[in-house]
């Protein structure tokens, strides 16, 4: 495979700084002392692998499961998907949306119990989606294809006028590709405001994984820490890097900082947060700053040569 040809990165590292607030999250998005600086990107955990990237003047969510389809779906069976918390915000608390991007199509980052919402209350809103899941999108999305924004590893899109993506080949728990070349799973390297998060979707390791994300030169890995095992992907709960194969993907890829997530929603389906917290005090003088996504938490992201 050649090498991606990237646009050069701002080299200036990018300064976490963490606010906790006591308020609902969408009293939050909507507070104007809360907004976004200009230069500033501003993270908010969902739950699962859900986040709000708030910018000065552009919202987005990636991976947003705001409802509860999966409860409804699987009541009385095994593993029945009961919420172990309530999310954090709802479609209609939302005032203003310009993109989601769904890395796959299993429910919980792909729901039409959260995607149709919000299509028709943002009639502008497109979705960013795997091409090879373009026919699953526009159903679960209820917009037409002018709306979505198919993708595939290996390319870069400009989504909208100050933000790129570039889709990084995804191995949920096996790395697929279609017929036509186009991988299911995916995760996204999202730019923004000169900062790069890197959101793996759902992902383990394979041999080439940290070179496709460190050429991407990621300043914030948004990784997932729920782990998987025989019982779980035998019953149809294909899995992802464990809390130790996360923090060294992070660290081999390069990338300075790292938000654990995908745990707490699925009692089937999580880690403790105590173990979680542990590495975060283990790693305090590590190679990656590591931190746990935890909601009424805000991640505000800038570069340093703009403070």
Not at 56 to 79: E, N, V
Not at 271 to 276: G, L, M, Q
């Amino acid at each position: 495979m050649p090498p991606l040809t990237l646009a050069a990165h701002e080299g200036e590292p990018v300064r976490i700084r963490v606010d906790e607030f006591d308020t609902t999250l969408s009293a939050r998005l909507k507070d104007p002392a809360s907004r976004p600086q200009p230069g500033e990107v501003v993270l908010y955990w969902l739950g699962q692998a859900g986040f709000v990237i708030d910018c000065d003047g552009l919202r987005m969510l990636i991976d947003p499961y705001l409802s509860d389809s999966l409860a409804d779906k699987y009541r009385g069976t095994r593993y029945p998907h009961r919420r172990m918390m309530p999310a954090p915000l709802v479609p209609a608390d939302l005032d203003r949306l310009d993109l989601v991007l769904c890395t796959h199509r299993h429910t919980d980052h792909m729901d039409p119990g959260t995607l149709q919402p919000l299509a028709r209350r943002f009639p502008d809103l497109r979705f960013v989606v795997p091409g090879a899941s373009i026919d699953e999108a526009m159903k679960r999305c209820g917009a037409g294809a002018d709306r979505l924004i198919p993708v595939n590893a290996d390319t870069c899109v400009k989504v909208l006028e100050r933000c790129h993506v570039s889709p990084v080949a995804s191995a949920h728990e096996t790395l697929d590709v279609d017929d036509a070349g186009r991988h299911p799973w995916l995760g996204y390297v999202i730019e923004v405001h000169g900062v790069r998060l890197y959101h793996s979707g759902d992902c383990v390791p394979y041999a080439d994984l940290a070179r496709r994300v460190a050429l991407h030169e990621p300043d914030v890995a948004l990784l997932p820490v729920n782990g998987r095992d025989e019982a779980r992907s035998g019953n149809g709960v294909p899995g992802n890097f464990t809390l130790d194969e996360a923090i060294a993907l992070a660290k081999e890829a390069r990338v300075p900082a790292m938000i654990a997530h995908h745990y707490g929603l699925f009692d089937f389906n999580t880690i403790s947060p105590r173990e979680i917290d542990a590495r975060v005090v283990a790693e305090q003088r590590g190679a990656c700053e590591l931190f746990r996504a935890q909601t009424q938490r805000a991640w505000r992201l800038v570069k340093t040569d703009r403070t």
